[in-house]
């Protein structure tokens, strides 16, 4: 079975800087507005199983609140300890208005 796109969000429901819990293909995600670009990762640290939610996004990265780490919104990876594994993202399209995440 081919991945789907999912639309998980309206095109203007994330301000910058803001981020957006969402379920596709029963996985736990974020969707993340940084400086108006939209990203999906992982909503878990890879480093503890603690929510990148209760973080912020900022420059283009996440920050798990937990321990400091910051990973890429664009690669994935963590870009200072104590995180050292990147977590999973996801693509992501605008069209017709929405947000789709490719589940899969």
């Known amino acids: 079975m081919m991945a789907e796109y999912v639309a998980v969000a309206g095109v203007g429901e994330l301000?910058?800087?803001q981020?957006?819990?969402v379920e596709v293909a029963?996985?736990?995600l974020l969707l993340c507005n940084?400086?108006?670009r939209y990203f999906c990762v992982d909503e878990m640290c890879s480093h503890e199983d603690y929510s990148l939610y209760l973080g912020c996004i900022k420059d283009g990265k996440i920050k798990c609140s937990l321990h400091?780490?910051?990973f890429?919104?664009?690669s994935g990876k963590p870009t200072c300890?104590?995180?050292e594994e990147p977590i999973r993202t996801y693509a992501v399209k605008?069209?017709?208005g929405q947000v789709w995440v490719l589940a899969g």
């Open 72 to 74: 890429d919104l664009a």
């Open 94 to 96: 605008i069209e017709a």
């Open 34 to 36: 940084s400086e108006g």
């Open 68 to 70: 400091g780490s910051y």
């Open 15 to 17: 301000k910058p800087a």
């Open 81 to 83: 300890e104590p995180a």
């Open 19 to 21: 981020m957006k819990r």
């Open 26 to 28: 029963g996985r736990k």
